[in-house]
């Protein structure tokens, strides 16, 4: 932990219709952290949490060292004065004002002057490139410009902490790449803690400098865009990166999976532990394999995606694992949906990391 | 495109219900006598009816948007026990007979009645039979129609806006002035003159409230009634007067409230 003092410290649980939430949260001074996880998971509730829009039942909230909010003394410090800005998910610019008058908005509810506040706005639309939109109404925006408003709007009170709901999620697709990228640079010059709402892998890695990834209102993993990739720890995340996960219990260069089936695994010496295999590095035949490979399973072909010049292939048998080949293996293969098949893969290609 | 036909039973009775409320105001254009219009429309008793009636309709709108606004909002966003029930009372004037109304009120607020006994021996204050009677006699039975859309409007609100303006600094009293307010504008408007309209069209409350002495609490409709056995031309004329009003309004709210897109 930075002891510099600006860093948020959250502990918080609620429940909220079938939404249990137990998490802690701490981001350090000058991080970005994205909070990856499918819908329902709870993120956007823990961000709303932070922001003091929803009440929890025990936990706390504590930002730059000063406690914004802990049911456990009845601290609780309003919304409107916690230096916190929202980006939101549909950024909410107010309809019946100008971009001015949004970005304006927080500055004169802080209580600057209306010629101040004008002024400030105006540089602020500037800086994210909108000074010319200034007296546009948010529907005579793109939803890229409508961003840029929300984040101008959010980052002029001059916030200690941004929060961004899925910033990028109400974009289509051909301007989201631009934005994104726009979005890093402004995240980039903004000096206080940044946190990212997302259930979109690329947007956390792109954007953030730690990933926290939530399922079911529960913290399961956290680290770079690198670590996560390379050691996921749910079946979610390694569905996200793309590859096969599998648990089971170490035993000298095997693992032994719950039902029987044991894979050879080199590094997996003890205790309980995740293999991960790339799909890539499963080969697929109509016949047993002769040589090599230590791990040989039959299985029968349940799916097979297209997915550019490469081709998913889900095999269902005593394990279930996704094998990647290419398009012409798929061809000389004739291999149709239910296929029965032999895959195969090397102890070395399997990486093995404790639970 | 192939136009649809429409089926004779419908047709009959559609042309019939249209004719029912057609033909009376043509009667009322027809047979007003045109000529004397000027001479109706500026005798001192029309006037000072026209004037008493926008005096006391506009009096009345505002009296509903102070008290009726708050109204609507505790409706839509507070949660207490008996909440249907009290919006139920607060709108029952919208069903209510209006002579029933203005017997209530008189009961209430007579000089004899429960608060108007104690209203008169503490400040001297007497309101039936004043100014001020019509305006309390047009407010009740108006308000409701004000009350009603404005808490539509506020329940059909998106109010995340108010939690982004939160987020933004904003005070309780920031947000409700500067973002709901703004953002159901449409509802207040159309409850306003739909409030407005109704108020101006007020007879039997305010005939039994607040009585009819001109200049003080004859307005329009009252006018046009008495005048109907004294001088039935200068009524027609007056008649004539109200529908145009009703007919505007009708118009101007065409798009917000009627769905007409």
């Given at each position: 932990?930075?002891?510099?003092?600006?860093?948020?410290?959250?502990?918080?649980?609620?429940?909220?219709?079938t939404l249990a939430l137990d998490m802690e949260l701490a981001?350090?001074?000058?991080?970005?952290?994205?909070?990856?996880?499918?819908?329902?998971?709870?993120?956007?509730?823990?961000?709303?949490?932070?922001?003091?829009?929803?009440?929890?039942?025990?936990?706390?909230?504590?930002?730059?060292?000063?406690?914004?909010?802990?049911?456990?003394?009845?601290?609780?410090?309003?919304?409107?004065?916690?230096?916190?800005?929202?980006?939101?998910?549909?950024?909410?610019?107010?309809?019946?004002?100008?971009?001015?008058?949004?970005?304006?908005?927080?500055?004169?509810?802080?209580?600057?002057?209306?010629?101040?506040?004008?002024?400030?706005?105006?540089?602020?639309?500037?800086?994210?490139?909108?000074?010319?939109?200034?007296?546009?109404?948010?529907?005579?925006?793109?939803?890229?410009?409508?961003?840029?408003?929300?984040?101008?709007?959010?980052?002029?009170?001059?916030?200690?902490?941004?929060?961004?709901?899925?910033?990028?999620?109400?974009?289509?697709?051909?301007?989201?790449?631009?934005?994104?990228?726009?979005?890093?640079?402004?995240?980039?010059?903004?000096?206080?803690?940044?946190?990212?709402?997302?259930?979109?892998p690329l947007e956390a890695a792109a954007l953030a400098d730690?990933?926290?990834?939530?399922?079911?209102?529960?913290?399961?993993?956290?680290?770079?865009?690198?670590?996560?990739?390379?050691?996921?720890?749910?079946?979610?995340?390694?569905?996200?990166?793309?590859?096969?996960?599998?648990?089971?219990?170490?035993?000298?260069?095997?693992?032994?999976?719950?039902?029987?089936?044991?894979?050879?695994?080199?590094?997996?010496?003890?205790?309980?532990?995740?293999?991960?295999?790339?799909?890539?590095?499963?080969?697929?035949?109509?016949?047993r394999p002769e040589g090599s490979p230590r791990n040989v399973?039959?299985?029968?072909?349940?799916?097979?995606?297209?997915?550019?010049?490469?081709?998913?292939?889900?095999?269902?048998?005593?394990?279930?694992?996704?094998?990647?080949?290419?398009?012409?293996?798929?061809?000389?293969?004739?291999?149709?949906?239910?296929?029965?098949?032999?895959?195969?893969?090397?102890?070395?290609?399997?990486?093995?990391?404790?639970? | 495109?192939?136009?649809?036909?429409?089926?004779?039973?419908?047709?009959?009775?559609?042309?019939?219900?249209?004719?029912?409320?057609?033909?009376?105001?043509?009667?009322?254009?027809?047979?007003?006598?045109?000529?004397?219009?000027?001479?109706?429309?500026?005798?001192?008793?029309?006037?000072?009816?026209?004037?008493?009636?926008?005096?006391?309709?506009?009096?009345?709108?505002?009296?509903?948007?102070?008290?009726?606004?708050?109204?609507?909002?505790?409706?839509?966003?507070?949660?207490?026990?008996?909440?249907?029930?009290?919006?139920?009372?607060?709108?029952?004037?919208?069903?209510?007979?209006?002579?029933?109304?203005?017997?209530?009120?008189?009961?209430?607020?007579?000089?004899?009645?429960?608060?108007?006994?104690?209203?008169?021996?503490?400040?001297?204050?007497?309101?039936?039979?004043?100014?001020?009677?019509?305006?309390?006699?047009?407010?009740?039975?108006?308000?409701?129609?004000?009350?009603?859309?404005?808490?539509?409007?506020?329940?059909?609100?998106?109010?995340?806006?108010?939690?982004?303006?939160?987020?933004?600094?904003?005070?309780?009293?920031?947000?409700?002035?500067?973002?709901?307010?703004?953002?159901?504008?449409?509802?207040?408007?159309?409850?306003?003159?739909?409030?407005?309209?109704?108020?101006?069209?007020?007879?039997?409350?305010?005939?039994?409230?607040?009585?009819?002495?001109?200049?003080?609490?004859?307005?329009?409709?009252?006018?046009?009634?008495?005048?109907?056995?004294?001088?039935?031309?200068?009524?027609?004329?007056?008649?004539?007067?109200?529908?145009?009003?009703?007919?505007?309004?009708?118009?101007?709210?065409?798009?917000?409230?009627?769905?007409?897109?």
């Amino acid at each position: 932990m930075a002891g510099h003092g600006v860093s948020l410290e959250a502990t918080v649980r609620l429940s909220l219709g079938t939404l249990a939430l137990d998490m802690e949260l701490a981001i350090d001074e000058g991080e970005v952290v994205a909070l990856l996880g499918p819908n329902g998971a709870g993120k956007t509730t823990l961000l709303r949490a932070v922001a003091g829009l929803v009440p929890f039942s025990a936990g706390h909230v504590r930002l730059d060292g000063k406690t914004l909010e802990d049911v456990a003394t009845g601290e609780y410090v309003p919304t409107e004065r916690r230096p916190i800005g929202v980006v939101f998910q549909d950024y909410l610019l107010f309809p019946h004002l100008s971009a001015l008058d949004n970005v304006a908005f927080g500055l004169r509810s802080r209580g600057m002057g209306r010629r101040m506040a004008s002024e400030k706005a105006v540089q602020w639309l500037d800086r994210v490139g909108l000074g010319r939109y200034a007296s546009a109404k948010p529907a005579e925006l793109s939803g890229g410009q409508r961003q840029r408003v929300a984040l101008a709007r959010a980052l002029a009170p001059d916030p200690h902490l941004l929060l961004l709901d899925e910033p990028l999620a109400a974009l289509d697709a051909t301007t989201r790449a631009e934005v994104r990228r726009d979005l890093k640079q402004h995240l980039g010059s903004f000096p206080g803690l940044r946190l990212v709402v997302t259930h979109d892998p690329l947007e956390a890695a792109a954007l953030a400098d730690r990933l926290v990834v939530v399922e079911n209102g529960r913290l399961v993993q956290t680290g770079t865009a690198a670590e996560v990739t390379e050691r996921p720890r749910s079946q979610y995340v390694a569905d996200l990166v793309g590859v096969n996960l599998l648990k089971g219990q170490a035993d000298h260069g095997f693992m032994r999976m719950p039902g029987g089936p044991v894979v050879a695994a080199a590094g997996a010496e003890s205790g309980e532990v995740f293999a991960v295999i790339h799909p890539r590095a499963i080969a697929v035949h109509r016949q047993r394999p002769e040589g090599s490979p230590r791990n040989v399973w039959s299985g029968r072909a349940t799916g097979i995606d297209l997915i550019g010049d490469r081709v998913r292939v889900r095999i269902d048998g005593e394990v279930r694992v996704v094998a990647e080949v290419t398009t012409a293996a798929l061809k000389e293969l004739d291999l149709g949906q239910g296929g029965q098949v032999w895959l195969s893969f090397k102890a070395t290609d399997v990486g093995v990391y404790p639970v | 495109m192939r136009r649809e036909r429409v089926p004779i039973v419908v047709l009959v009775p559609a042309a019939i219900g249209a004719a029912f409320f057609i033909l009376p105001l043509l009667g009322l254009i027809v047979r007003s006598p045109w000529r004397d219009a000027v001479t109706a429309l500026t005798a001192p008793e029309t006037v000072e009816a026209l004037k008493l009636s926008l005096l006391a309709s506009l009096s009345a709108t505002a009296v509903g948007l102070v008290l009726g606004v708050p109204l609507a909002w505790m409706y839509a966003r507070v949660e207490f026990p008996g909440r249907d029930l009290l919006r139920a009372l607060t709108t029952l004037p919208m069903v209510l007979p209006p002579v029933v109304g203005g017997i209530a009120l008189l009961l209430a607020f007579g000089r004899r009645g429960l608060f108007g006994s104690w209203l008169d021996s503490t400040f001297g204050i007497t309101l039936p039979f004043t100014t001020a009677g019509v305006v309390m006699a047009e407010t009740f039975v108006a308000m409701p129609f004000l009350i009603l859309t404005v808490e539509a409007g506020l329940r059909s609100m998106d109010r995340r806006y108010e939690e982004a303006a939160r987020t933004l600094g904003a005070s309780r009293w920031r947000v409700f002035t500067r973002v709901t307010l703004p953002l159901i504008a449409p509802s207040l408007f159309a409850g306003a003159v739909l409030c407005w309209a109704r108020a101006l069209g007020e007879f039997g409350a305010t005939i039994t409230f607040a009585g009819n002495f001109p200049g003080i609490t004859q307005t329009m409709p009252l006018a046009v009634y008495l005048l109907l056995a004294t001088n039935p031309e200068a009524s027609f004329i007056l008649s004539l007067v109200l529908l145009l009003i009703s007919l505007l309004v009708l118009i101007g709210l065409r798009h917000r409230w009627l769905g007409t897109a």
